[in-house]
C-alpha cells in the first residue's frame, strides 16, 4: 500500500475497515526502545506506536508508559506499507484537552505538580503539556523558580488555544482570589472602636497605611499623635508595630480608618493635675492672631491668651507686646476639661507702670503762722449772713 492511502479495506478477510483518525483498541504485544508493538482485534496488519507517540509528556522509555498485555486506546495516525501507526498520546490529548476546557469555562481550581522548571516559568503535566509564566507564579515577584520545583501547587486555567495546543495556568490568580477571600473575611471581622495591633505598610504626606492581617487601614495625619504639625516619617518607620484603634469602617469602599493618637494617654490626661485655675505656667508662644496669642505650656497643650490679657497697657495687636517663640509666664485663669481649652493671662503676672490714684484731703497751707483760712475770715464775715 502507497504512504497516500488513508483506510485499509479489510473486507477480503470479512473485517471492518481502519481509518485514519478512528479510535481503536489495541493490546501491548512488545516494548522495545523506540516503539511499542500492539495488536488489534481482527487486523492482520503490523501496528506500531513510535515512543513519541505513546504520552504527551517527555519519557525515555517505553516501559514508563505501557507495559505487555495491557489494553489501551489509540487513535490512528497513519498507513503505510501495510503498517499501521497509532497514537497513545492522540487519546491522551483530546481526554486532558477535554477536562482542562471544562476546567477554564467553571473557573474551576485545580492542584497539580510542577514538574519541570524552564527559562521563564514552570512546566506543569496535566495530561497536556501546561505552561505557567513566571508572572503567573506567585502575587509576588520570584526571583528564582526553582523553588518551585516538584511543588503541589493550585492553578487556574486562563488560556486555552487547540490549534496551538497550548495551555497556560495561573497560580497567581489562585493566591489573588485566596487573599481577596481572607481580606473580606477579615474585613467583616474589624469592629469599630476596638484596639488592635498593627504594622506600618506604607508613610505618605498626609498620613500612615497600617496592616492588620489580610488588610489595610488609614491613620491619617491627624490621628498619629497629639502633637501638632507631626510629618508621619518622624515618627513612624515601615516595618513598625504600632497600636491602633479603629476608627470607621466603610463596607462599600473597603475603608477603614485608624487612630494612633486614641491608643495613647493624652497631654490632658498626663497634666490633669497641673492644669488648674490660677496655677502659673511657663510656656513658649505658638501662634499669634489679631484677638489674642497662643500659648503651649505642655507638649500638646495650648492655651490662648486674650489680646486683653496681654499687656496693662492698651495695644491694638499681640504684636506689639510679644513675638512666636517668645518664652513667657502665663497664668491659668480658666480651664474646660471637657472642650480641652485653657484661658490664659500674661498681664496679671506683671507690675502695672502706672500707680494707682487714690482720693486724699490736701493739707491746708500755712501762711506766716496762720492757717489760710483764718486770715481771710474777717473779709468774708460780710458776705455771709
Not at 487486523?43 to 504520552?55: H, T, V
Not at 492522540?90 to 473557573?107: G, Q
Not at 493566591?175 to 469592629?191: D, G, P, T
Not at 484596639?195 to 488588610?215: L, M, P
Request: hydrophobic share 40%; charged share 30%.
Amino acid at each position: 500500500m502507497s504512504e497516500e492511502m488513508s483506510n485499509i479495506n479489510l473486507s477480503e478477510y470479512d473485517l471492518p475497515p481502519i481509518s485514519v483518525g478512528q479510535k481503536i483498541t489495541a493490546v501491548v504485544t512488545k516494548l522495545e526502545d523506540k516503539q511499542v508493538l500492539v495488536e488489534v482485534e481482527n487486523c492482520q496488519y503490523k501496528c506500531i506506536i513510535p515512543i513519541g507517540e505513546l504520552s504527551n509528556i517527555h519519557i525515555d522509555k517505553t516501559s514508563e508508559v505501557v507495559r505487555e498485555g495491557e489494553e489501551i486506546e489509540v487513535v490512528v495516525k497513519k498507513i503505510e506499507n501495510e503498517t499501521i501507526i497509532l497514537s497513545k498520546r492522540e487519546v491522551e490529548f483530546a481526554s486532558a484537552w477535554k477536562e482542562l476546557e471544562k476546567l477554564f469555562n467553571n473557573k474551576e481550581v485545580f492542584e497539580a505538580q510542577v514538574s519541570e522548571v524552564v527559562k521563564g516559568g514552570l512546566i506543569v503535566n496535566k495530561g497536556i503539556r501546561c505552561f505557567v509564566p513566571a508572572s503567573m507564579v506567585d502575587n509576588k515577584f520570584v526571583e528564582d523558580l526553582s523553588e518551585y520545583q516538584d511543588q503541589v501547587l493550585t492553578f487556574k486555567v486562563v488560556e486555552m488555544d487547540i490549534e496551538k495546543r497550548k495551555v497556560i495556568l495561573s497560580h497567581r490568580e489562585v493566591v489573588r482570589e485566596q487573599k481577596a477571600a481572607e481580606s473580606l473575611k477579615a474585613f467583616h471581622n474589624v469592629k469599630v472602636g476596638e484596639i488592635v495591633v498593627g504594622k506600618v505598610s506604607r508613610i505618605t504626606n498626609f498620613g500612615a497605611f497600617v496592616k492588620i492581617g489580610e488588610i489595610e487601614g488609614l491613620v491619617h495625619v491627624s490621628q498619629i499623635s497629639h502633637k501638632r504639625n507631626v510629618s508621619p516619617s518622624d515618627v513612624l518607620t515601615e516595618g513598625q508595630d504600632v497600636s491602633v484603634k479603629v476608627l470607621s469602617v466603610d463596607p462599600e469602599t473597603k475603608r477603614i480608618s485608624l487612630s494612633i493618637k486614641e491608643t495613647e494617654e493624652g497631654p490632658w490626661e498626663l497634666n490633669s493635675d497641673k492644669l488648674i485655675e490660677g496655677a502659673v505656667l511657663e510656656g513658649s508662644v505658638k501662634r499669634l492672631t489679631n484677638f489674642g496669642a497662643f500659648v503651649e505650656v505642655f507638649p500638646g497643650i495650648e492655651g490662648l491668651v486674650h489680646i486683653s490679657q496681654i499687656s496693662h497697657t492698651r495695644i491694638k495687636s499681640p504684636h506689639e507686646a510679644i513675638n512666636v517663640g517668645d518664652t513667657v509666664q502665663v497664668k491659668i485663669l480658666e480651664v474646660n476639661s471637657n472642650t480641652k481649652k485653657l484661658s490664659l493671662s500674661i498681664k496679671e503676672l506683671l507690675e502695672n507702670p502706672e500707680a494707682d490714684i487714690t482720693d486724699y484731703e490736701m493739707p491746708e497751707e500755712q501762711f506766716g503762722g496762720f492757717q489760710l483760712g483764718e486770715l481771710f475770715a474777717d473779709k468774708l464775715k460780710g458776705f455771709i449772713k
